[in-house]
């Protein structure tokens, strides 16, 4: 039963990250009342991720601080149809944020574009290598937009974030230094590249020696003071080791918080509710519509706010969580291969290399950034020729500095004892003999990788936790493997380097495990594209069922990319908001029949 219900509001958006103040931004001042429901609580970097406190390596990478507690909200899991999903109950191989920025507070600041191939996967294996050559059992797809359509919107997001880096392709012409495989750039990143450790720089130089093409990783970890278009102003980079899991009370990791929402804050047509648990979109009697969404507020009562239109900007697990607890959209069934909402749940396949210098390298880990590092892309995507390879994707090999942190970088070479004496001098001797590689691959859509709703555990509100079916499909397993071992070579060729091994969480008999950190790159389950009976939304983002839910995220993503996921789901986001102000306000209506 329903306590109150509000006055109507033009946009209710679920959710305050990156995407639900940047949808909240560019509506209000398009003239819409908006209101953005926020589960967690209000927070600021200027107030909350100071140095030293923020600094606290305990709290906030390994308690998970600024993570959610999946004591009040979690899922269950299972590796297939086969097992019973079990509630998740640490946090693990991915930590979704909570509060204000979401999980854009406690990101790396690592900022890609996808490849043109990427967004017209399906067709462009198929044109490239036949129609056969895409293993059976993956249900890849095009996303329904182009590289060419996205641009723009991508550039504009870089520009928020003064993002730093240094273009392989300045519209259409091809330069040293850069990643030639990128799509064309309409203009340079708008702050110059990281500087680079010794570690980076000696990989890099193995690299051009093995024929490749090493540049420096794109980053949202600024590099000189910068304004961005809303007005907002980031400071250089400290290089102070405490991004991924960490606030940045420097303003030098662009962030949601201060890149967007202290530019909307004060305005008119803008409200936020902290501590607000959204439980349902609510619909129309005759379904066609959604009519705002309900809530639990900060004071335990539920709360009604109607709306003309619902943005869905959560998390992408809860984005399609809040979906199958709606009844929005039909529900994926595996066993017919019917429906759509929960269908091709994807993820990131993760490798890792540990190369150890002779006692003339010294790499001082402690100086170190979120996106600090070299990359090699050369067997990302469709970068290198599959012919006669048994996979399609890829990903990209990074030699990386993140940080230098006394409870979590301990590194040693293999065979190392894991305690005791050995281990302490092995600690003492290689902390500054480190070089650190991640090889950041794709992950590929199946039948058999899902979301749905858990038939047995429940959560505090009475409603079905999501379950999550997934393990990594054999093609994601023969990709790792292929990029991994080039990595290996790389690694090994290396000046000074005196020892290399290696990690493969998707190795050959072993199952996917929500234990280990791997990354926060959980896509799909609400997936775009051109055909209704394979996705949720159309082009656009908006639901084909219900044309007034405008849904956002990487929940879009029809499998996963070789790179990590937040400039592709905001160049997204843009493209969305520019098709809702331009041509659905003055209008409401299913954007595809236009």
């Given at each position: 039963m329903t306590d109150r219900t509000l006055p109507?509001?033009?946009?209710v958006i679920i959710g305050g990250g990156w995407t639900g103040l940047t949808a909240a931004y560019e509506l209000a001042n398009a003239g819409q009342r908006c209101v953005i429901i926020e589960r967690g609580k209000t927070r600021h970097d200027a107030t909350s991720f100071a140095g030293p406190e923020e600094h606290d390596e305990l709290k906030y990478a390994l308690h998970y601080g600024h993570m959610m507690d999946v004591k009040q909200n979690t899922l269950t899991f299972r590796n297939n149809r086969g097992q019973r999903a079990l509630p998740m109950r640490r946090l693990g191989s991915f930590l979704p944020g909570e509060g204000l920025g979401g999980a854009g507070i406690h990101w790396n600041g690592q900022i890609w574009r996808p490849l043109p191939s990427d967004l017209t996967m399906r067709s462009h294996y198929e044109d490239r290598y036949g129609?056969?050559?895409i293993p059976e059992d993956l249900t890849i797809q095009d996303w329904g937009v182009t590289y060419d359509e996205l641009e723009p919107h991508l550039d504009f997001f870089e520009k928020v974030c003064g993002a730093a880096g240094y273009a392989g392709n300045l519209n259409g012409e091809t330069?040293?230094?850069?990643?030639?495989?990128?799509?064309p750039r309409s203009s340079e990143y708008p702050t110059p590249a990281m500087?680079?450790?010794?570690?980076?720089?000696?990989?890099?130089?193995?690299?051009?020696?093995?024929?490749?093409?090493?540049?420096p990783m794109p980053s949202a970890n600024v590099t000189e003071q910068y304004e961005n278009p809303y007005g907002a102003t980031l400071h250089a980079c400290p290089y102070c080791g405490f991004c991924e899991r960490f606030g940045c009370g420097y303003f030098a990791k662009a962030d949601p918080i201060i890149c967007v929402y202290d530019r909307i804050k004060d305005?008119?047509?803008?409200?936020?509710?902290?501590?607000?648990?959204?439980?349902?979109?609510?619909?129309?009697?005759?379904?066609?519509?959604a009519t705002g969404v309900t809530y639990v507020d900060a004071d335990g009562q539920e709360v009604f706010q109607p709306a003309d239109i619902v943005c869905m900007g959560a998390y992408s697990l809860w984005n399609v969580h809040l979906m199958l607890v709606s009844g929005l959209g039909t529900p994926y069934d595996p066993e017919t291969r019917t429906g759509t909402v929960g269908r091709n749940y994807s993820y990131q396949t993760i490798a890792a290399v540990d190369a150890?210098?002779?006692?003339?390298?010294?790499t001082n880990p402690f100086m170190g950034a979120g996106a600090l590092g070299v990359i090699v892309d050369d067997y990302n995507g469709d970068n290198f020729d599959h012919s006669g390879l048994d996979f399609v994707g890829g990903g990209y090999i990074a030699c990386k500095q993140y940080n230098g942190r006394p409870i979590s970088y301990q590194p040693t070479p293999e065979g190392t004892p894991a305690w005791g004496a050995e281990w302490k001098r092995a600690v003492r001797e290689n902390y500054l003999r480190h070089a650190d590689f991640v090889i950041h691959g794709s992950s590929m859509s199946t039948a058999e990788n899902y979301l749905d709703l858990d038939p047995t555990w429940t959560d505090k509100f009475g409603r079905p936790l999501m379950r999550m079916t997934f393990d990594f499909p054999d093609n994601d397993r023969r990709m790792i493997k292929y990029v991994l071992d080039k990595t290996v070579e790389l690694a090994e060729s290396m000046d000074h380097v005196t020892s290399v091994s290696s990690a493969n969480l998707a190795a050959e008999g072993s199952s996917y495990s929500i234990v280990p950190y791997q990354t926060t790159h959980n896509v799909g389950g609400a997936v775009m594209g051109t055909d209704p009976t394979t996705s949720v939304v159309n082009r656009f983002g908006q639901m084909w069922d219900h044309h007034n839910v405008?849904?956002?995220?990487?929940?879009?993503?029809?499998?996963?990319?070789?790179?990590?996921?937040?400039?592709p789901l905001m160049g997204l986001a843009y493209w969305t908001l520019d098709h809702m102000k331009n041509d659905y306000l003055g209008n409401p209506r299913p954007l595809m029949d236009a």
């Open positions: 109507k509001t033009d946009v129609a056969g050559f330069r040293k230094g850069g990643n030639p495989f990128e799509g500087k680079q450790p010794i570690s980076s720089t000696l990989f890099k130089e193995a690299a051009e020696r093995a024929g490749l093409n090493p540049f305005h008119e047509n803008f409200e936020i509710r902290f501590e607000s648990t959204v439980l349902r979109v609510e619909k129309s009697e005759d379904g066609k519509t150890f210098f002779d006692d003339s390298v010294t405008f849904v956002f995220g990487a929940c879009l993503f029809p499998q996963n990319l070789g790179y990590n996921p937040t400039g």
